[in-house]
């Protein structure tokens, strides 16, 4: 008899041909899905419960008895408390959920002005959610009627340690830049305020007036006062100005113009009356303190100085800084007389002058030019040592013959001067 030979078939497991069946493959699906389907189920339907934080808690004020009253929530009126739900949790879990927790408070208890600690009450729209608990029970709330008031601002200046003003400054009388204020804010703070003073703190060397932001403080005579909620009506700070001078004894001087080379080089000897003088200047932007001990009184034109003892008087009202009331002017004093005096006859040059094509120069000499210096100097000059140019600028020439300023320039005399003022005659055709 033959035998069978099972070498080369497949070995299947045990039930896998159940799975080659249509049927059975579409009611295992079934019943897996069955099973899912119950546990999702009683895992929503499951109750939990969960905390959401920050839920604002709302302010019934409008139409309340204090607000008919004309009384205002002063501080911050935003209020937030933790709330725990407890419920299904396929409702406690949706992401909208939040939106359901009413959290308000009720104003039907106040009557009167004052700091209440109303109760705060929570509750859910969803019937089927409790709330378990939260965080907060009452919220803070201070009400009071609104009031405006009007005060006189006054400063107060206050000296640290580290402020010093060094010796010869002095401090005036600060300027407020307001003189009033109106404060607003509740009635029994605003009532309690008896003055309001602008305060800045000097913590620093001052040496010029200087601008200084105000703080402003709420003076009472209560004790204790306390001010949280009175503000300013108008937000513009308040600035206090410290005007502060400087004073000291100052050597009056004089600058020259016109002046030889030699004494420009060498300087010139002459004195001036009264020989000093005690001012109080203001320092700041318009006003500076001199950088040394001297201060200028004006300028002297080295062509009006003669051969003899020059007097020159500068009024007191010419002069950039303040001077004392009982001085009138000062009085400058050149003495020449030791030096010697000549007259020429000078050439008119118009080398460097730019004349229009229809001008001319009908002057040839200008006569009777003084020249002053030293004897030594002066002895044995002759006219070439000193030539006339017209000077036309700013100068507008006419139609027919004009009559302009001329300057005399001296070729090698460094230590003379001409005196006085000369012209020269252009004609126009």
Not at 50 to 61: D, G, S
Not at 113 to 123: D, E, I, M, N
Not at 177 to 187: N, R, Y
Not at 253 to 269: A, C, H, L, Q, W
Request: negative net charge; hydrophobic residues 40%.
């Amino acid at each position: 008899m033959a035998q069978t030979n099972n070498t080369g078939k497949t070995n299947k497991k045990p039930f896998s041909h159940l799975f080659d069946n249509n049927w059975f493959v579409l009611a295992f699906s079934l019943f897996i899905a069955v099973i899912l389907w119950c546990g999702v189920s009683m895992f929503q339907t499951t109750e939990v419960e969960k905390e959401f934080v920050n839920i604002k808690v709302q302010l019934n004020y409008e139409g309340s008895l204090p607000a008919n009253n004309n009384m205002r929530i002063f501080g911050d009126p935003d209020a937030y408390i933790d709330v725990t739900v407890k419920g299904k949790s396929y409702l406690v879990n949706d992401e909208s959920f939040a939106d359901n927790i009413n959290a308000t408070v009720s104003f039907a208890s106040v009557t009167t002005a004052g700091t209440y600690a109303l109760p705060v009450s929570v509750s859910v729209s969803n019937a089927d959610v409790e709330v378990v608990k939260y965080s907060k029970s009452t919220v803070s709330v201070y009400l009071d009627e609104y009031v405006e008031k009007a005060f006189t601002v006054t400063d107060e200046i206050r000296e640290t340690e580290r402020y010093s003003l060094p010796e010869g400054y002095t401090r005036e009388n600060p300027r407020l830049s307001a003189g009033s204020v109106v404060v607003q804010g509740p009635a029994l703070e605003v009532g309690k305020i008896s003055e309001v003073k602008a305060v800045v703190e000097l913590d620093k060397e001052l040496t010029a007036t200087e601008t200084f932001t105000a703080e402003i403080v709420y003076v009472s005579t209560s004790e204790n006062a306390k001010f949280d909620h009175v503000t300013l009506k108008n937000t513009d700070p308040i600035y206090i100005t410290i005007p502060v001078n400087y004073t000291a004894t100052f050597k009056p001087v004089v600058t020259f113009t016109n002046m030889p080379k030699d004494y420009r080089e060498e300087g010139i000897s002459y004195t001036v009356y009264p020989s000093s003088v005690a001012l109080t200047l203001a320092t700041g932007d318009n006003q500076n303190v001199p950088s040394s001990d001297e201060i200028n009184i004006g300028t002297v034109d080295f062509s009006q100085i003669d051969q003899a003892k020059n007097i020159i008087r500068i009024p007191v009202e010419e002069l950039e800084y303040p001077i004392s009331e009982d001085i009138t002017q000062f009085t400058v004093t050149v003495d020449m007389s030791s030096m010697m005096k000549r007259w020429l006859q000078v050439e008119v040059s118009a080398e460097d002058v730019k004349l229009p094509a229809n001008a001319k120069i009908i002057t040839e000499t200008v006569m009777s030019v003084q020249v002053i210096g030293p004897a030594g100097s002066l002895e044995g000059i002759d006219n070439s040592e000193a030539y006339a140019v017209p000077q036309l600028e700013g100068v507008e020439l006419k139609k027919g013959v004009n009559e302009v300023p001329a300057k005399i320039v001296l070729r090698t005399l460094t230590d003379c001067w001409v005196r006085g003022e000369y012209t020269v005659e252009i004609r126009v055709d």
